[in-house]
């Protein structure tokens, strides 16, 4: 995943030294060989980190905002002989193909942005996409669906369109198979802050001073007096906001039931050390949780979190 212009400058040189039947490899990732396993393990060395997460699925989405693009890392190259021209102003782009992964082996390298890459981030690299930039990558095959921070370049593959982190190949579920067909469509940012500001002036007007903030999981505890009958309810549940009030965190408990985001399953205020947060369910499986969560986040533009009560 790691493709620094200054080894990208080092390849041309030499493919162009060596002639055209030449041409120097580029590091290869997992996918790149259609998941093939050396010696028990991942592909040259590769794969999840000795000490991961506990819940790589609540690792929140990368979060679009509007940012400066990086003039030097977004001029023309040439990568293992062929051109690229990047994109320099948001165009929009939507299109399907392979994704692959990178995990430990480029940990903590530098990516194209000057970023260190953190296989637990939600990032990618794209070839031509704007550095820095954001994209929606959606597997067809569960529906399962990310938002990544572009920031590096590659693949230089042709048979792969886009390289993700260890933690979005995982929440889409492509890790074990080490890649996978993905649909890939750019994110105006923009747009997408404009639209996430409207949602939040309309809270306001319906409920007050609403504070909605990305959440952690965080188990009630034996202490809580509000609700406590139905925090310690187990199972899997989608929580979506978090209030310091019960009558804000009703408010969009309200607003989602009155949209219709949620089906068959209850909407509840859980109360933990001074805050209420919103939580759905419980549902049955992981499969059901996922949807109605992507349903809520693409209707709202609020993070939602995939909450599993023991």
Same mark, same amino acid.
């Given at each position: 995943m790691i493709r620094l212009f200054t080894l990208l400058a080092m390849v041309s040189f030499l493919a162009a030294c060596a002639g055209s039947s030449t041409r120097q490899s580029a590091p290869v990732s997992p996918a790149s060989q259609s998941g093939a396993k050396k010696g028990g393990g991942y592909y040259l060395d590769d794969g999840p980190g000795d000490n991961p997460p506990a819940d790589i699925y609540a690792i929140p989405d990368a979060v679009p905002r509007v940012e400066p693009l990086l003039a030097r890392a977004n001029k023309p190259y040439i990568a293992l002989g062929n051109g690229y021209?990047? /994109?320099?102003?948001?165009?929009?782009?939507?299109?399907?193909?392979?994704?692959?992964?990178?995990?430990?082996?480029?940990?903590?390298?530098?990516?194209?942005?000057?970023?260190i890459y953190d296989m637990?981030? /939600?990032?990618?690299?794209?070839? +031509?996409?704007?550095?820095?930039?954001?994209?929606?990558?959606?597997?067809?095959? !569960?529906?399962?669906?990310?938002?990544?921070?572009? !920031?590096?370049?590659?693949?230089?593959?042709?048979?792969?369109?886009?390289?993700?982190?260890y933690a979005a190949a995982y929440k889409l579920g492509i890790v074990g198979k080490g890649s996978g067909l993905v649909e890939v469509e750019a994110i105006d940012a923009k747009s997408f802050v404009a639209n996430k500001a409207e949602v939040k002036v309309a809270a306001v007007k319906d409920t007050g001073d609403v504070e909605i903030k990305p959440l952690v999981q965080d188990p009630v505890t034996a202490n809580s007096s509000v609700e406590k009958a139905t925090a310690?309810?187990?199972?899997?549940f989608v929580q979506v906001g978090a209030f310091k009030s019960p009558e804000n965190a009703g408010g969009l408990s309200k607003k989602i039931i009155d949209q219709n985001l949620v089906e068959n399953a209850p909407v509840n205020s859980?109360? !933990?050390?001074?805050?209420?947060?919103?939580? +759905?369910?419980?549902?049955?499986?992981?499969?059901?949780?996922?949807?109605?969560? /992507?349903?809520?986040?693409?209707?709202?533009?609020? !993070?939602?979190? +995939?909450?599993?009560?023991?």
């Amino acid at each position: 995943m790691i493709r620094l212009f200054t080894l990208l400058a080092m390849v041309s040189f030499l493919a162009a030294c060596a002639g055209s039947s030449t041409r120097q490899s580029a590091p290869v990732s997992p996918a790149s060989q259609s998941g093939a396993k050396k010696g028990g393990g991942y592909y040259l060395d590769d794969g999840p980190g000795d000490n991961p997460p506990a819940d790589i699925y609540a690792i929140p989405d990368a979060v679009p905002r509007v940012e400066p693009l990086l003039a030097r890392a977004n001029k023309p190259y040439i990568a293992l002989g062929n051109g690229y021209t990047p /994109m320099t102003k948001f165009t929009p782009y939507k299109k399907s193909g392979i994704a692959s992964w990178y995990g430990r082996r480029y940990h903590g390298q530098q990516t194209s942005t000057g970023e260190i890459y953190d296989m637990y981030g /939600m990032t990618g690299a794209h070839t +031509i996409l704007p550095l820095p930039s954001y994209v929606r990558v959606t597997n067809p095959a !569960n529906q399962k669906s990310v938002i990544v921070r572009i !920031n590096d370049r590659g693949p230089f593959h042709s048979d792969r369109l886009i390289d993700l982190s260890y933690a979005a190949a995982y929440k889409l579920g492509i890790v074990g198979k080490g890649s996978g067909l993905v649909e890939v469509e750019a994110i105006d940012a923009k747009s997408f802050v404009a639209n996430k500001a409207e949602v939040k002036v309309a809270a306001v007007k319906d409920t007050g001073d609403v504070e909605i903030k990305p959440l952690v999981q965080d188990p009630v505890t034996a202490n809580s007096s509000v609700e406590k009958a139905t925090a310690s309810e187990s199972g899997i549940f989608v929580q979506v906001g978090a209030f310091k009030s019960p009558e804000n965190a009703g408010g969009l408990s309200k607003k989602i039931i009155d949209q219709n985001l949620v089906e068959n399953a209850p909407v509840n205020s859980w109360y !933990n050390q001074g805050v209420y947060r919103v939580r +759905i369910g419980p549902y049955a499986n992981r499969a059901d949780a996922d949807r109605a969560a /992507m349903k809520i986040k693409d209707s709202l533009g609020l !993070n939602t979190y +995939i909450i599993v009560q023991p």
